[in-house]
């Protein structure tokens, strides 16, 4: 019989380690139950959450091997394929508090997201006599969102909270924020929007962890892009990651290209990057990596580029 | 056997990275394949026009890939993970959804182009495993980087999201170490070998970018690699021009060179480092290559 | 002592509508109990939808239809005065609901959309794509969190403290620090969910769903109505119970034993697998107990053969049912077939609610709302669109309920509840330090295998005295039951065991109640006694706990508008 080495990190309020423990493998089964078996075969002490094991309740999200998954529709052979190996090591999610085993505690994330006024502030066309009209278009915008289960995989993955715990907003938080702001039901989207804002919004690095692996396929990376977008439509302008992302869309216009060496004024502004760019710049410059007298040239076909702005413009009207 | 790509550089091959251009084309030149820049390419936006324009980002990416369409080649092949991404992103949403496509193409009309979607978005690491082979690649290689040990870092955009980049599993890919190994180099296991650079929000996150660039260097560094190799110009950028900055933020030594793909496969096929412009590096990846290997 | 006006235990949608209307414009002090962390509860798990005769999408529907329809299809046996309350309110509550951010789809116009459902006579389902109870729960818990409603979450009610018949408060464990705490309070609605897990590894239903609410009233001499109603879902998957949508019947599946043969010939020549819910239900179950089926024991199964509906229409009508069976029984529907079992679907008994204006109970001070109790509005059998209503609708009623009687009433004495709480800190010491007995995982597993094979989807005399017997011995069994964890914190395998006592104790009541129904009611379907027996049987089946014994008594069904005929669709 082929046999499985799961390490399972274990903590008891206390004291973290690891414990191992040698299961048969068995083809066809989720990940929900090689812990289940675990528990009631051979260690009733082991504790992790679950409840509806079909991926709607968002109990049972565990990092298998460096990666959070749902365990309740994680099929086993797949984790096992994708590791190449017979030797899985458990773990509590990251970016939460443990409590025991693999038992994370929720309510400061909860806390957390009362910032973003997570619940309707009803537009005055609704009541509670007669609820809302609402388009089917509009209702749409809606249903990925509604999606999530707070089973905080994109959490766990996200490499911003890694280093940022107190100041970054979880996905699923953004996602709640995003949820409303796009609510035509919703009478104040601004309420929503302007904490997301002010929690540093434009730190996400782009890494498309949490869009990767949210077992509810929600289109995270997209959310935070329409949430940026918002923010500067309602005139946030003067902000590092606006004018950076302004820079792209101005260079691409003007020239067709970035311009790098005027990147980092254009971002911090002129007195920012004399304070805090200039080491970089030297060394850059020494390396030949920036050279302060080119000026990228406009591309050939650039009135061409400027038709796509001006046309997007238009779709965008 | 010649491989003929559409080529799309990307903004960073121009100015920071010009390394990377010319290691690129140096080891094309040796593989035999050939590269045909396209004429007018813009920049991919980078991750950051969609956050003020979806529409555009998608347009923009569009008239790319429709000048590679109009060279009549069935491939576009990039060297950075973010442009791969950008091209991709565009590609898939317009290929899915037909209504977008017709409306991008109203635009490109304008510009005189037409995006049919007969391209396909490729990177430079897969082309080798996909399209030109490791067995052929062995076989090219004449100095072998025995026992040089590489920590191949990813980069996110390479493989993330997984329903756009789809070469392989993001939770494991194993390009990077079937390359390296295929040029004779050991690959060292490290924990942030799939990790985030950070590069895209180096601006509004400095002071946690910087962290995540101390990690970045002290895994491999842990680990006993000699370097770290990445397929990305905008890792490489970040983890070798910022080391500096981000060596203020830690008290052990993080020292670790970065080099590009490319580069590694240049010193496999007996290209000189000078050739391939490694001596343009913030963090001199020379004497650690020197000490491991007999260098052309 | 902790000490609240109105404590609600279960954060499911009845116990947070019950908590928002038990809260809202009072100083009331409440507090909502739950063993999960709110959004984790059951009723996100309901996915159709929830019916109210808004006759958006038919004009002629309306609350009189839904009151009908829900009658007929109780088979007779629901109270009349409180379906016709129900389905009188519903409309204002879907509105409600919107008002609280709740996602509905929405029909061309921009109303609230409504799809047809089984056993209705309009399409007056609402829903939210497949995720219907899952919206209205995490709206519920946003609402709760805007209120700032006081949550004790992963707190598990261990039992109530009633005295002169009335209630003075519950002993309930802080599961983290594995503190048993006594809390006093002027009312308690209890809304923890049905009991499906009486039949373990063969329910829809999640893990936790073992009646620990209805349990606890049924201890403290609340009656248990109607247990032996239980709603069986035909196509459950093989090895977890999971639910595989009846779509798969709907578009032409085939059922297929362990000959290859399509058996459902035997048993609907003509219809085949598209016959009635329960009729399949038996014919899978009988075909498994024939020794056709695959497998053995509880792991028996037959299979479900979409194959020859080709890739692309399973592609395209039933995508989420393949990606089921892929994730779930790690099987691809176009290649082969996959194992299913029908599956326990929902309690329609419970708690004994006596006044369905307040939900309240027999003893002054307790209300109980949603799966956990019986109104009885669901009788012998459920509509499908009916349960997320009724845990809105109710839910918000014993609420408002639960502020009434707390602003009647005063806190009373503390010494019962002290005492209470004692027991238990020695029970609980009692079961850390045991370390041998029986396993009580095995008790729960012959305990599930008995009721499936016995008080099951068919039921017959013998059959049943026998499984009642079984139940006892495992009652005794569990007096020398081992848990396996020392530990005080979060010590979960504690928490199984007092569930796995209360499911024993419901499963007792299922049985009984069952043996004592000669006749076939709804989901009560009995091989010896093939009919409805109106002249014997148009009765609740009440059963009192006294001690060990159990004590069967009967109440009359109130009739307002329909006389019981036969229920033919």
Redesign the interface.
């Known amino acids: 019989m082929e046999m499985m080495t799961v390490k399972i990190k274990r903590f008891d309020g206390r004291n973290s380690y690891y414990q191992k423990y040698e299961v048969p493998y068995e083809k066809g089964k989720t990940i929900l139950w090689l812990l289940t078996t675990i528990r009631e075969e051979q260690d009733p002490t082991l504790n992790f959450t679950s409840a509806c094991r079909h991926a709607i309740c968002g109990s049972c999200a565990v990092q298998i091997n460096g990666n959070a998954f749902l365990a309740c529709n994680t099929p086993l052979d797949d984790v096992l394929d994708t590791y190449k190996t017979m030797n899985l090591t458990f773990e509590p999610l990251k970016n939460f508090e443990v409590i025991k085993d693999l038992v994370i505690v929720w309510e400061p994330k909860m806390e957390k997201m009362t910032k973003v006024k997570p619940w309707i502030i009803p537009g005055e066309e609704g009541s509670k006599e007669i609820g809302f009209l609402q388009s089917e278009e509009d209702f749409q915008q809606i249903a990925a969102p509604t999606d999530c289960i707070l089973c905080g995989v994109c959490a766990s993955e996200c490499n911003q909270l890694a280093v940022n715990q107190d100041g970054y907003l979880e996905p699923f938080i953004l996602n709640k924020a995003y949820r409303y702001i796009v609510d035509t039901r919703d009478g104040a989207p601004e309420q929503h929007l302007k904490p997301v804002l002010e929690n540093d919004l434009w730190k996400c690095l782009h890494c498309m962890q949490c869009v990767s692996q949210c077992p509810k396929t929600i289109p995270l990376t997209d959310q935070i892009a329409f949430l940026r977008s918002a923010t500067m439509a309602m005139g946030e302008l003067d902000n590092q990651g606006a004018k950076h992302a302004y820079a792209f869309h101005d260079d691409v216009k003007n020239k067709g290209r970035l311009n790098e060496t005027m990147l980092p004024i254009k971002t911090d502004g002129l007195v920012q990057t004399a304070l805090t760019k200039i080491p970089f710049a030297l060394r850059m410059v020494k390396k030949g990596k920036i050279n302060p007298l080119h000026m990228p040239k406009q591309i050939s076909g650039i009135q061409e580029v400027r038709k796509l702005y001006e046309y997007a413009e238009e779709v965008k009207s | 056997m010649t491989l003929t790509y559409a080529f799309f550089p990307g ?2 091959l ?5 390394e990377l251009m010319i290691s690129t084309k140096k080891v094309a030149e040796a593989l035999g394949i050939e590269l045909i820049e396209l ?5 991919c ?12 980002s998608t ?2 990416n569009a ?1 790319n890939i429709a000048l590679a369409e109009s060279l009549g080649v069935s491939k576009l092949l990039t060297v950075c993970n973010t442009c791969t ?1 950008m091209l991709r992103t565009a590609k898939l949403k317009m290929d899915k959804n037909e209504r977008l496509k017709e ?1 991008v193409n ?3 009309d ?4 037409q995006y049919k979607g007969t391209v396909e978005v490729t990177h430079l690491l897969w082309a080798l495993l996909e399209d030109y082979g490791l067995e052929n690649l062995k076989k090219k290689v004449t100095v072998p980087l025995k026992g040089l040990k590489v920590a191949n870092f990813y980069g ?2 390479i493989v ?3 329903d756009v980049m789809g070469f392989e ?4 890919p194993q390009s990077m170490e079937m390359v390296a190994e295929a040029l004779g180099a050991e690959c060292v296991e490290f ?1 942030q070998r799939l ?2 650079c ?1 590069f ?2 180096v ?4 002071k ?2 910087m ?2 660039t101390g990690i970045n260097c002290l895994s491999p560094k842990e680990a006993g690699a000699d370097c770290i190799v990445t397929p990305c110009p905008l890792c490489q950028m970040q983890l070798d ?2 080391q ?2 981000a060596q203020k933020r830690f008290d052990q030594d993080i020292t670790m060179p970065i080099i590009h793909l490319p580069q590694l496969i240049g010193l496999a096929l007996g290209i000189s480092p000078e050739e391939l412009a490694i001596n ?3 963090v001199d990846a020379i004497p650690a290559l020197q000490r491991k290997l007999q260098l052309a | 002592m902790l000490k609240f006006d109105v404590v609600v235990v279960g954060a499911g949608g009845a116990g947070m509508m019950a908590a928002l209307s038990a809260s809202e414009k009072n100083n009331l002090k409440v507090a909502v109990l739950s063993k999960i962390f709110p959004t984790r509860s059951h009723t996100g798990a309901a996915q159709g939808g929830i019916n109210a005769a808004m006759g958006y999408r038919d004009s002629t529907d309306s609350p009189e239809k839904h009151f009908r329809d829900t009658v007929k299809g109780s088979d007779f046996l629901a109270d009349q005065d409180a379906v016709e309350f129900f389905t009188s309110g519903m409309p204002d509550m879907i509105s409600e609901l919107d008002y609280y951010g709740v996602p509905f789809s929405r029909d061309e116009k921009g109303q609230v959309a409504q799809r047809p459902f089984g056993g209705a006579s309009s399409p007056r389902t609402c829903y939210s794509a497949d995720k219907t109870g899952h919206v209205i729960l995490h709206a519920l818990y946003e609402q709760c969190l805007k209120n700032h409603v006081q949550f004790l979450n992963e707190w598990f009610l261990l039992s109530l403290v009633v005295e002169d018949g009335k209630f003075e408060g519950l002993v309930a464990m802080d599961i983290r620090d594995g503190k048993i705490h006594p809390i006093q309070a002027k009312s308690v609605v209890i809304a923890s969910g049905g009991f499906g897990r009486i039949y373990w590894s063969r329910t829809t239903n999640a893990i936790n769903m073992t009646g620990d609410g209805t349990a606890a009233c049924f201890e403290a001499g609340i009656p248990l109505k109607d247990p032996e109603f239980i709603q069986f879902h035909p196509t459950g998957l093989a090895q977890t119970g999971v639910l595989l949508s009846e779509a798969c019947r709907g578009e032409g599946g085939y059922l297929i034993n362990k000959d290859g043969e399509r058996f459902m010939a035997r048993y609907a020549p003509e219809k085949m697998e598209l016959g009635p819910r329960d009729l399949v239900s038996r014919s899978i179950e009988t075909e498994i107990k024939e020794g056709r089926g695959f497998g053995e024991g509880m792991t028996s199964y037959v299979l479900m053969d979409l194959r020859h509906l080709g890739e692309k229409k399973i592609m395209e009508r039933l995508p989420q049912v393949r990606e089921l069976a892929l994730e779930f029984e790690g099987v691809d529907l176009i290649k082969e077939p996959v194992p299913i079992r029908p599956s326990c679907h929902y309690t329609m008994g419970g708690i004994h609610v006596s006044d369905y204006k307040t939900c309240s109970t027999p003893i002054e001070g307790i209300h109980a709302a949603g799966e956990c109790c019986s109104v009885s509005i669901h009788g012998a059998n459920r509509l499908g669109g009916n349960s997320v209503a009724d845990v809105v609708f109710f839910g918000k009623y014993a609420g408002l309920g639960a502020k009434e009687s707390a602003m009647r009433r005063s806190f009373g004495r503390t010494e019962k509840l002290e005492q209470e709480a004692n027991a238990w800190k020695t029970k609980f010491k009692t079961i850390r330090e045991k370390t041998t007995g029986v396993s009580m995982f095995s008790i729960r597993n012959r305990l599930a295998e008995t009721m499936w094979n016995y008080v099951g989807i068919f039921r017959t005399e013998s059959e049943m005295a026998q499984a009642l017997a079984t139940v006892d011995e495992l009652i005794e069994e569990y007096k020398d039951a081992y848990a396996g964890d020392a530990s005080v914190k979060y010590n979960m395998a504690f928490i199984n065991y007092v569930e796995i006592g209360n499911i024993l104790k419901l499963a007792r009541a299922v049985a009984m109640g069952a043996l004592n129904r000669r006749e076939s009611r709804g989901s009560h379907s009995r091989g010896d006694y093939p009919t409805r027996n109106d002249e014997q049987f148009l009765k609740h089946t009440l059963i009192y706990k006294d001690g060990e014994n159990y004590r069967l008594e009967y109440a009359p069904v109130t009739i307002t508008n329909y006389q019981p005929e036969e229920r033919k669709y």
């Open positions: 903004c960073t121009e100015s920071a990275a010009e004429n007018g390419w813009t920049c936006g980078a991750s950051h026009i969609q956050d003020i324009d979806n529409f555009l347009s923009i008239r991404l409306q109203v635009g490109l304008r510009a005189g182009l996110c955009h993330m999201p997984p599993n993001h939770r494991n924990d990790a985030c950070g895209h929000a601006f509004p996150a400095q946690e970018v962290t995540m021009a910022y500096p900055d343009r590096h913030v």
